[in-house]
């Protein structure tokens, strides 16, 4: 047991002996395989271990994203347009008679819209029925200002009480998929904020489809591992990379379209270069002829996609519910 002071001087000392090797292990991490078959050679007091350095550019990548990516507009579309139209339809009623009949009238013809979409396009219901309530707000206050009782509204029948977990998790997506015609954003925090769990689950699977991939190998299911570590980190590192010049073109895009369009450039490279990476690596590492090299590599990575792609699918799903 230290004194509070020894205590934050030994964070600070090792956050900067952490950011001396960072620089060093990132700027290793960018030569195909070279990182890790250091690490599996011994050569490991120079560099982050890789499980640090995954967490570390994980984290970091999708911090940056929720700031970069966007889901959707800002929501101020058709919703706008329909609201402005009730503004001038009660706005121009002279009697509380008048506002009533025009309340009635377009209610009944959102409520006609809304029930006659098909079940694809179930999820914008909620976008009418946020506009019914704006029209009845807006009616009441008007027919206040002219005087006058606002008519007792209907009560809406909520629906049956879901009665197992399923039903639960059914309901909830679909308030929060209402909720995502106002604020589209809110699914990206949640779906961002879900995907470095998914990938802590992902990069063992990965390992043991590499394990799998070489058996016979003699290496062991921890050296996979350390290859499927580094392999993520640098996709983590490529993809924050891809955000950086996402945000550099939106930038320059109205100033300097010929600098925009050299980032485009940079930024089609940086996706072609990923998957050349991941096999180069994987050459460099497991040391085999091309051929082997090749066939493995498409074997695991086809594999590896799919999965990613349920998972991928999964999480979009669950942050529907934990919005």
Not at 59 to 73: M, N, P, Q, S
Not at 190 to 219: C, E, H, I, Q, T
Not at 248 to 260: D, H, I, K, Q
Request: proline share 5%; aromatic share 10%.
């Amino acid at each position: 047991m230290r004194s509070f002071a020894h205590a934050v001087e030994e964070v600070f000392e090792s956050f900067w002996h952490l950011d001396g090797r960072i620089f060093r292990t990132v700027r290793r991490l960018l030569a195909p395989g070279r990182l890790a078959e250091d690490y599996l050679h011994g050569r490991r007091a120079p560099y982050v271990a890789p499980m640090r350095l995954f967490v570390v550019l994980c984290v970091l990548t999708f911090f940056v994203g929720r700031g970069v990516i966007h889901f959707g507009d800002d929501g101020s579309g058709d919703a706008a347009v329909k609201v402005q139209m009730v503004d001038q339809s009660v706005a121009q009623a002279t009697t509380a008679e008048e506002v009533e009949r025009v309340r009635g009238k377009r209610v009944a013809e959102l409520a006609e819209a809304r029930d006659q979409l098909p079940p694809l396009m179930a999820p914008m219901r909620g976008g009418f029925d946020r506009t019914i309530e704006e029209l009845h707000a807006q009616a009441d206050a008007r027919v206040r200002e002219l005087g006058g009782i606002p008519a007792p509204r209907p009560v809406a029948d909520a629906g049956p009480e879901p009665t197992t977990w399923l039903e639960a998790q059914d309901q909830r997506m679909r308030r929060n998929i209402a909720r995502l015609q106002d604020d589209p954003e809110l699914l990206k925090h949640a779906f961002l904020g879900s995907m470095p769990s998914a990938l802590f689950l992902l990069v063992p699977v990965f390992a043991l489809l590499l394990k799998l991939a070489y058996l016979g190998s003699g290496r062991l299911y921890l050296e996979h591992l350390v290859v499927a570590l580094y392999s993520h980190a640098f996709l983590c590192l490529a993809l924050l990379g891809q955000m950086l010049l996402a945000l550099l073109s939106r930038w320059t895009g109205e100033v300097l379209p010929l600098a925009a369009a050299g980032v485009g450039l940079v930024s089609l490279a940086l996706w072609l270069w990923m998957p050349v990476y991941l096999l180069l690596m994987q050459k460099r590492v497991y040391a085999q002829g091309w051929g082997w090299t090749v066939l493995r590599y498409v074997a695991v990575g086809s594999v590896y996609s799919l999965l990613v792609g349920m998972v991928v699918a999964a999480v979009f799903v669950l942050s529907l519910a934990r919005l």
